[in-house]
């Protein structure tokens, strides 16, 4: 059996949380490169969890999706558990 790291784990629910919201929004994932300035790839990498964005680029898609940044680190019963 093949466990996933703690960052693996971030980075799926965080490419999870802006693909459901990109999707309420009813964006592509081309329409969120443009209104983000970033580039399709980079925004669908995101979203399957294969890159681990920076902060910047966190604020520049939750600016083209008008949300907070808060909303990517949601977790099905809140926020993200903040301890350990």
């Known amino acids: 059996m093949i466990l996933m790291s703690e960052k693996e784990a971030f980075q799926i629910l965080l490419g999870q949380n802006v ?3 990109r999707i309420d929004r009813n964006y592509t994932v081309e329409d ?3 209104e983000s300035g970033l580039g399709y790839s980079q925004v669908s ?3 399957l969890g294969k890159r681990n ?3 910047y680029t966190l ?3 939750s600016k ?3 949300v907070s940044p808060s909303e990517f680190f949601k ?10």
Not at 75 to 83: P, Y
């Open 64 to 66: 083209a999706l008008k």
């Open 59 to 61: 604020l520049m898609l």
């Open 32 to 34: 969120l490169g443009f």
């Open 19 to 21: 693909r459901r919201i």
């Open 75 to 84: 977790t099905e019963s809140g926020d993200v558990n903040r301890t350990k």
């Open 53 to 55: 964005p920076t902060a």
């Open 45 to 47: 990498r995101i979203e």
